[in-house]
């Protein structure tokens, strides 16, 4: 059995802040993680994602996540948020095969002029 | 070029009715899968198939029937359409079925039933 758990429903930040986006997973597997991200009727799009190599995990757009599995957290960080960043976004963990995706309920990112 | 592509992108229609979802993939994946996302974001899976063969149908009404004519196309049909299936129904592919296997999704039906 897997879960996610986005701590956030809504993050605001004022531009060019810092973001941080939590989410913390449960798996019975060694999980894989990934983050999409969801623009305003849009699809989602894949940000990042770790699969038991590097720990820490460079994404497009200047994003990043951190695996720990000793906090089983895989938090999402930008050093500076632009207004292009608003959006929703999602964790994901994978269970023992692709199509047991399981997502967070989802952050919406606001961000202030 | 589009990666996963969904007709319509909007749907409207009454009670009732019955309609068809179109999805296409032209990464060569081998893998596909229906999502539904209801209005408060939340994504859950509906079907997934694997070459054609359906590998995963979570606790969807039978008014849903998925079908996949190739490995590059998975339609879904909606019969006797009811007022809670409005949501965005979402179209992914995945290179395999692997844990690790990144899943690309469409750019998503907007269904609104009447």
């Known amino acids: 059995a897997q879960s996610v758990t986005q701590l956030d429903s809504h993050v605001s930040v004022s531009e060019g802040t810092p973001v941080l986006l939590r989410c913390n997973y449960s798996?019975?597997?060694?999980?894989?993680l990934f983050w999409y991200v969801q623009h305003p009727n849009k699809g989602l799009q894949l940000l990042l994602k770790?699969?038991?190599?590097?720990?820490l995990v460079k994404g497009i757009n200047g994003f990043e996540a951190e695996f720990k599995k000793s906090e089983t957290s895989f938090h999402l960080t930008k050093p500076s948020a632009h207004m292009s960043d608003a959006a929703e976004y999602f964790c994901v963990v994978s269970g023992a095969g692709s199509y047991q995706l399981t997502f967070g309920k989802g952050t919406k990112l606001s961000v202030i002029p | 070029d589009t990666a996963v592509s969904q007709t319509p992108k909007y749907l409207v229609t009454q009670m009732g009715n019955d309609k068809s979802i179109k999805c296409e993939q032209n990464?060569?994946?081998?893998?596909m899968y229906w999502y539904k996302q209801d209005s408060k974001k939340f994504l859950k899976i509906m079907f997934s198939?694997?070459?054609?063969?359906?590998?995963i149908n979570e606790t969807v009404p039978n008014r849903f029937s998925p079908k996949s004519p190739d490995k590059a196309h998975l339609n879904l049909h909606i019969n006797s359409l009811e007022l809670g299936d409005s949501a965005v129904y979402f179209c992914a592919s995945s290179q395999s079925q692997g844990a690790s296997s990144t899943q690309y999704f469409g750019p998503g039906t907007r269904l609104l039933v009447l």
């Open positions: 198939y694997n070459n054609k063969e359906l590998i």
């Open positions: 770790y699969t038991s190599a590097a720990t």
């Open positions: 990464l060569g994946h081998d893998t």
């Open positions: 798996s019975s597997y060694s999980p894989s």
